[in-house]
């Protein structure tokens, strides 16, 4: 079953878009959608580089209203990937939003704790873990079956 997924990188003033002034690409997301687009419909939203408030990110959403959104973070990011967590069940109430990056992987249970707009966290590294959770979600396969997610 094709399914929409859209994958974020949260709006959030990083440190090296203020020393440098640019900000790096979010190369997790382009290698998670170059999985996934084989088999279903991927958007990825880079905020910083869009210069996207998170109200921009809502409209964003709106416009596609995806099956599964994605959110990318690290720890200074972390309070806009629930804050993007959030918009996302206020568009789709029952969209599974899934975060990913070096935060949620080493802090995996408090994150969800911390956030309840977060249907799942994958840890570590989330090509084929994120494949696999999708191809789940696809199938109605239980989530407990996929290694590398809370």
Known sequence: MEMKICLISPPYRSSVQ????????PLGLAYIASMLRQNHEVKIIDSNILNYTIKD??????????????????TPSIYEAYRVAEAAKRV???????LGGPH??????RT?????????VVKGEGEETTKELVEAIGRGIPLNRVKGIT
């Not at 409209?59 to 959104?69: A, K, N, Q």
């Not at 969800?112 to 799942?120: L, P, Q, R, W």
């Open 57 to 74: 990110v809502e409209r964003e959403l709106r416009g596609f209203y995806p099956d599964i959104v994605g959110i990318t973070s690290t």
């Open 104 to 109: 949620a992987t080493f802090m995996s249970r």
């Open 112 to 120: 969800m704790e911390e956030c309840g707009y977060v249907d799942v």
């Open 18 to 25: 203020s020393v440098v002034g640019v900000s790096s690409p």
């Open 92 to 98: 789709r109430e029952d969209c599974t939003v899934v």
